[in-house]
């Protein structure tokens, strides 16, 4: 597999307090040698709307690329994404890439009322969603009919697009991967979160070892094309401080680690910057993992090693 060059974004997962907040935190990370903004989609979380807040920001920015991270499946048909992906593509100058899940999270479906199918049928249901997208941005147009979506003679508007939005999709079990490795461009390698929560059973699912055998599922799904994929890591913590490994290590005990092995937890990055920077560098070579992704709160912190490896 070719050594891609590391890139690195934030996902901006709070509220901010005014809309030019909003723009003038984008035009920061852009500032800061960030290659993308992205926004979570949940309907239990105190976040912006998605799509609105990511108008706000292609408005506010030139070069980074925005997006969702990641968008639900189950909360919008994938025509009328597709029509808001191809909207946001065009007012931002080509720089959609957008994440598409399954959807994970239980308090979203119980706030909303929506059906919570079983994974299985989630993530069919997410196959056939790509499918009908990736016919509509190649194609503009789209007949589909399938066992959960039937679509005729639909039209994407607008219809301008020279090159499509890159497409990420992500997970922690087989099924899921299969299908990312398949079809996305930039495939998220993440804990299991079949669960619906964020608990302490993810302890077994963090380890440096479940991370390989996933890479092994990805590479096995994508075959001839795996060298095609880019390889992103959404970090669960990215604290970049004198003292950081310490906390890490001192936090251990509460999640059921041992101290040396969270500081080699895949989603973990602690330390002084070339530390950090060391540890990336590492993770790279043993994962392939090139597209890294903090948190808003992480975004200054950060800096110094997206300064030290963006573009490396």
Request: aromatic fraction near 8%; include cysteine.
């Amino acid at each position: 597999m070719p050594v891609r060059q590391f890139r690195f974004a934030v996902q901006v997962s709070a509220l901010t307090q005014s809309p030019r907040q909003l723009a003038d935190l984008a035009r920061q990370a852009e500032d800061l040698g960030y290659s993308a903004v992205f926004v979570p989609d949940h309907l239990s979380a105190d976040q912006w709307s998605p799509l609105t807040a990511l108008a706000v920001i292609a408005q506010a920015t030139t070069v980074v690329s925005l997006g969702g991270l990641v968008f639900c499946n189950d909360y919008r048909h994938p025509l009328l994404l597709a029509q808001e992906l191809a909207t946001l593509h065009e007012l931002s100058q080509g720089r959609v890439e957008f994440g598409l899940g399954a959807g994970w999270m239980n308090s979203d479906y119980q706030a909303s009322g929506i059906a919570m199918d079983s994974p299985g049928v989630r993530i069919d249901r997410l196959a056939e969603a790509i499918e009908i997208l990736a016919k509509l941005f190649s194609e503009r147009s789209c007949t589909f009919e399938g066992q959960h979506y039937k679509v005729a003679d639909a039209r994407l508007q607008p219809s301008r697009l020279e090159r499509p939005p890159r497409l990420i999709v992500g997970g922690g079990g087989r099924k899921m991967l299969d299908l990312a490795a398949r079809h996305a461009d930039i495939v998220g390698v993440n804990v299991n979160l079949a669960s619906g929560a964020v608990g302490p059973e993810l302890v077994a699912e963090v380890g440096a070892e479940a991370f390989d055998r996933r890479i092994g599922w990805v590479r096995e799904a994508a075959g001839e094309r795996f060298a095609e994929v880019e390889l992103q890591c959404l970090t669960f913590v990215a604290k970049v401080s004198p003292g950081a490994r310490e906390w890490v290590a001192s936090m251990a005990p509460a999640f059921g680690l041992g101290a040396e092995d969270a500081l080699e937890v895949p989603i973990v990055l602690a330390g002084e910057a070339g530390e950090v920077a060391e540890t990336i560098e590492k993770r790279r070579e043993r994962y392939g993992f090139s597209h890294w992704v903090v948190h808003q709160a992480e975004l200054e912190e950060f800096a110094p090693v997206v300064s030290r490896l963006a573009g490396h």
